[in-house]
């Protein structure tokens, strides 16, 4: 089993439609998690960053974390073709040292 | 300012040859860490340095792999004897400290093809 799992999709939504994106992932002792964004060809971009349990908003953009059930969501709202994109959860590892990444769930929105 | 930049773009060569990713952090991050994504996955750890140093290089596959960062500044991925399995995109990322909250800024990535 993988430290984090990650449906690859790929999702396609039109546009204006609610997205939810998942993860789960198997340490416990995870902390800190992020969404980051990927395009086609270019370098990963963070997206979010939620430390323990909770939700956290960024316009369009919600990331929830359920430490109980290993479990994180990224939400978005109101999806445009712009967000056609790569999604990847990433976790930093218990050392602080690196970054463990899910496989990506690619996202097309359509207009 | 300018971002993290990665030469080459796309580097292909030859199994059995040696190769060398170089990769410009942003001016003044002390940390730089390297990733590798195969197609249809996400980034995996190779290898984290702190100023000159390696700090972490368990995610180096094999000794083969090697990686330099002698003025705590540019760093150089070395891949020796290269292998098909080797192909890949390689992402540097950098950052302005090391700690759990710091946001790693990443590169656009050498492409490897390895034939």
């Known amino acids: 089993q993988k430290e984090v799992e990650q449906d690859p999709g790929p999702l396609s939504v039109p546009e204006g439609a609610i997205v939810s994106l998942n993860c789960t992932y198997s340490n416990s002792a995870f902390q800190y998690f992020m969404w980051y964004r990927q395009y086609s060809r270019k370098g990963p971009e963070l997206l979010m960053y939620?430390?323990?349990?909770g939700n956290k908003e960024d316009g369009r953009f919600t990331a929830q974390v359920d430490k109980s059930s290993k479990y994180i969501s990224l939400f978005i709202r109101d999806s445009q073709p712009s967000d056609s994109a790569t999604y990847l959860c990433a976790m930093r590892n218990q050392a602080g040292t690196a970054l463990i990444f899910g496989k990506g769930t690619t996202l097309s929105v359509s207009s | 300012g300018a971002g993290v930049s990665q030469t080459p773009s796309n580097k292909v060569t030859e199994k059995g040859k040696y190769v060398e990713l170089r990769c410009d952090p942003i001016s003044g991050h002390t940390a730089l860490y390297w990733y590798r994504q195969s197609l249809g996955q996400g980034p995996e750890f190779l290898i984290y340095?702190?100023?000159?140093?390696?700090?972490?290089d368990s995610g180096l596959p094999n000794d083969r792999f090697f990686a330099v960062r002698p003025e705590g500044s540019v760093s150089t991925l070395k891949i020796q004897r290269t292998e098909r399995g080797d192909s890949a995109v390689y992402l540097c990322?950098?950052?302005?400290?090391?700690?759990?909250?710091?946001?790693?800024?990443f590169g656009p990535g050498t492409r490897l093809t390895v034939l």
């Open positions: 340095f702190q100023g000159t140093g390696a700090a972490d």
């Open positions: 939620t430390y323990s349990s």
């Open positions: 990322a950098s950052s302005p400290v090391a700690g759990v909250v710091d946001t790693q800024y």
